[in-house]
């Protein structure tokens, strides 16, 4: 019987990584490929999205008539195989469909496990934290995105495991009978939103440390930057697999909490504690589940419970996602959002209610596993990845000024190309061999992005460190990549006027030595639908001059404005010259057929700009914007 458990934990656990890696290919397809995010009304793209979830409700029924062994064995089948035709890198509709088809079969393959394991807890917990601990591993960078043999041989192997595991399963006794887990498989989807967004993922834990080193003014990362991870997984392990007591019973549920509020609300240095409070928080959660006993009933419609749960708390994941990503399209707030989350969670976990729960003799929540090994092994695996990832990157004058630096702006569209795929090669290639680097719509952990570092990622190939100014929330934003040590980061909040997505203006110094300065404004205008952004290009042109203080100037980015509009006159009336002036019109969006000039580079009088250009390439929806600026011999 032990076997048997630790055999459907570890299916269970495999299978949890499986369809994450699923989610992390979904998700961004949806706004790349099924749509285009800002532009396809979101709430198309969230019925898209939804109507999935929504579809699998179907999976109980299904498992009712068919049986869950031969339901769950088929639906693995199906989602490792769409799992390694991903590994193909196809791209555009078939890559939705592929994800698709692979999140619908992990769906139903995640219901036939519910209704025929009643002790989850053990499963969910590693499944997660494997995945996140992989992740780390990986450099943030799914393997499905790799065009390499090794990822072949990694998808192989783990779709091995999860189809194999259950074939044995298939082959061994049957479940023992049990009303419970019912409150644990509901749980199932909160804990994957909740881990992606804030307690276990790997780019929040380097996007928050990299908060406390840039107070230090030296741009990039530090080293071990995944210290958090290393103790949000020890934590939430360690929480998930401990039976849970009783007159402690309230802590995780406060605790996951305050996480999810702080995340939600707090500033952006505070990321680290929001982490770790949720992955405390929530892995005790889920060990209240495992010991919370369902109402009494018939064991055949104890599994059905099972799978309903299962489906349910997914579901959950899904309308929860689209909520808190839509809001930066529809405008609404939606810091609240996790918080409500984590309060449903932690009343699920307690049973809803404030009493002395009851707890099974054999608390469901270990499997014989020893919590604090786990736990400590977990941690080890973390500081691994962060070991394996470095050194970071630093940047030094060399000897004397140069002459020239090729200075580009590029709206990446975190990191997605026009055929939905995240392709780091292409990016780079687009940006070729600049000296500095602007980047808009940069991503640094967003989970309907996959949950990627996308700036640590582009700047680790490009090997040039960067300074981040969150724009709409503390993961998403503006950056600045420089081969020369930079000086005074600033950033300046731009008037929101009605639009839904934040904006900002990041000012940086570039230290190029011997006292020759260069002042980098990054910027990406967010006006309303339909209208001109001149209320903040007039913030802009205000924040940029003053910052540059005299020192050369280039102020570049997306500003979602043409020549000759308000907004472009507001920056040019300010004293700043258009680079592209001699060679328009320059039009960069859309990348495959660009008709409007909506990305450009001012520079202040006397900075001489050559060589301008809009580069050809898919790797985004924006074409790349470049220039070669000549220095002044001093400033």
């Known amino acids: 019987m032990l076997r048997h458990r630790h055999l459907s934990t570890a299916i269970l656990a495999f299978g949890v990584v499986v369809l994450v890696d699923v989610l992390r290919v979904f998700l961004p397809s949806v706004i790349t490929i099924f749509g285009q995010a800002a532009s396809t009304p979101a709430e198309l793209l969230g019925a898209f999205a939804l109507g999935w979830f929504v579809l699998a409700l179907a999976a109980p029924a299904l498992i009712g008539r068919v049986g869950a062994r031969p339901v769950g064995l088929a639906a693995a089948v199906v989602l490792g195989a769409a799992r390694l035709a991903l590994t193909a890198g196809p791209g555009g509709r078939t890559q ?87 409150r644990a498989w509901l749980l199932a989807g909160p804990a994957l ?49 401990t039976p849970p007591r009783l007159r402690w019973r309230l802590l995780p549920p406060v605790s996951l909490l305050a996480g999810a509020l702080l995340f939600g609300y707090g500033p952006p240095p505070l990321l680290t504690i929001a982490m770790l409070l949720a992955a405390a928080g929530l892995g005790g959660c889920l060990a209240l589940a495992g010991t919370a006993p369902d109402a009494a009933d018939g064991t055949g419609r104890a599994a059905s ?10 579901l959950v994941f899904a309308v929860v996602s689209v909520l808190y990503y839509a809001a930066y399209d529809l405008g609404y707030p939606n810091g609240w959002l996790p918080a409500v989350v984590a309060a ?7 049973g809803g209610r404030l009493r002395t729960p009851q707890v099974a003799a054999e608390p469901p929540g270990t499997a014989g596993l020893p919590a604090g090994p786990v736990a400590v092994l977990a941690a080890l695996v973390a500081f691994a990845a962060a070991w394996a990832h470095g050194p970071w990157l630093v940047a030094s004058n060399r000897e004397g000024p140069p002459e020239q630096v090729r200075l580009v702006a590029y709206n990446i569209r975190m990191g997605f190309g026009l055929d939905g795929r995240l392709d780091l090669a292409a990016l780079d290639r687009a940006v070729g061999r600049a000296d500095v680097v602007l980047l808009s719509e940069v991503d640094r952990g967003w989970l309907l992005n996959g949950g990627h570092d996308t700036l640590h990622l582009l700047a680790a190939r490009l090997e040039m460190p960067y300074v981040f100014a969150p724009a709409a929330g503390p993961l998403w934003g503006d950056a600045v990549l420089s081969r020369w040590p930079v000086q005074r980061a600033r950033t300046r909040p731009l008037p929101a006027v009605g639009a839904p997505t934040g904006a900002q203006a990041l000012g940086v110094t570039v230290d190029f030595s011997d006292g020759v300065r260069l002042a980098v404004v990054s910027t990406h205008l967010q006006p309303p639908p339909g209208e001109d952004p001149v209320v903040q290009a007039r913030a802009v042109a205000e924040f940029a001059t003053g910052y540059a203080d005299g020192v050369p100037l280039v102020v570049a980015g997306d500003f979602n404005t043409e020549p000759g509009d308000p907004a472009f006159t507001a920056l040019t009336d300010a004293g700043l010259v258009d680079a592209f002036a001699s060679v328009r019109p320059l039009p960069t969006s859309p990348a495959d057929d660009p008709r409007e000039q909506i990305d450009h580079i001012f520079v202040s009088p006397g900075l001489v700009a050559t060589d301008p250009v809009a580069v050809r390439s898919t790797a985004s929806d924006h074409l790349p914007v470049a220039v070669t600026l000549t220095l002044p011999t001093r400033a």
């Not at 591993?137 to 595991?165: K, N, P, Q």
């Open 193 to 241: 939103l909740l881990g992606g967004m804030v307690a276990l993922s790997p780019a929040v834990a380097s996007t928050a440390m990299s908060f406390w080193y840039g107070e230090s003014g030296t741009a990039g990362p530090p080293p071990f930057a995944l210290a958090p991870l290393a103790m949000a997984v020890a934590l939430f392990v360690f929480g998930a697999l």
């Open 344 to 350: 449903l969670t932690g009343v699920v976990a307690s």
């Open 305 to 314: 419970r099972r799978a309903y749960a299962a489906v349910g708390g997914m």
């Open 96 to 182: 939705l469909w592929l994800a698709t088809a692979g999140l619908l079969a992990g769906l139903v393959w995640l219901a036939a496990t519910a209704a025929r394991v009643a002790r989850p807890v053990p499963g969910l917990a590693l499944g997660l934290t494997a995945g996140a601990l992989g992740h780390a591993l990986f450099g943030m960078h799914d393997v499905v995105w790799w065009d390499r043999w090794e990822a072949w041989a990694i998808s192989v192997g783990l779709v091995a495991l999860l189809v194999g595991g259950e074939v044995a399963a298939a082959r061994g006794p049957g479940p023992t009978a049990s009303a419970s887990g019912g």
